[in-house]
């Protein structure tokens, strides 16, 4: 009985996973995003001092 209730949940499983991977892919991409931003507007601000 036991391992029947397993492969009741394993296409669930299959279902939530991938979506549950681009969601994280997806924060995880903006605060690279977000860092890298940062890191041009540091740049920026910079080189407008210099001249």
Known sequence: M?????????????YIAPVVFVIWFMIK???IQQEKNKI???ISDKLDKLN
């Open 2 to 14: 036991t391992g029947d209730s397993v492969f009741l949940f394993l296409p669930i499983l299959f």
């Open 29 to 31: 991409f903006l605060k």
């Open 40 to 42: 041009l507007r540091t």
